[in-house]
Nanobody
Framework: VQLQASGGGLVQAGESLRLSCSAS????????MGWYRQDPGKKRLLVAS???????AYSDSVEGRFTLSRDNAKNTVYLQMDSLKPGDTAVYYC??????????????WGQGTQVTVSS
């Protein structure tokens, strides 16, 4: 499974960005999709996740400002980030859990995309 992420950049506080991540390759089904973020020297933390049925979960720090959605036909997950704050600055990583063709589960990461929010 390969993940292609896009959409990071530099914005000012209060502005918006949308991250996208598309999965491709050989798999039976994409299960959970989500985004994590990581500051230099710190642990990678969950931002938001979405199940195959569309149930979402958000970290407290982004609840109400970020919206996660997915297009199952395109195997793509979107993170709409509104009212961005300098504290949202980090490298964002897409994560996907997939059921593979033999029925096993795989956990995959995309390349990081930098989000920088200036004050």
């Amino acid at each position: 499974v390969q993940l292609q992420a896009s959409g990071g950049g530099l914005v000012q506080a209060g502005e918006s960005l949308r991250l996208s991540c598309s999965a491709s390759g050989s798999f039976f089904r994409i299960d959970t999709m989500g985004w994590y973020r990581q500051d230099p020297g710190k642990k990678r933390l969950l931002v938001a996740s979405i199940s195959s049925s569309g149930n979402t979960a958000y970290s407290d720090s982004v609840e109400g400002r970020f919206t996660l959605s997915r297009d199952n036909a395109k195997n793509t997950v979107y993170l709409q980030m509104d009212s961005l704050k300098p504290g949202d600055t980090a490298v964002y990583y897409c994560n996907v859990v997939a059921t593979l063709l033999l029925g096993t589960k795989g956990d995959y990461w995309g390349q990081g995309t930098q989000v920088t929010v200036s004050s």
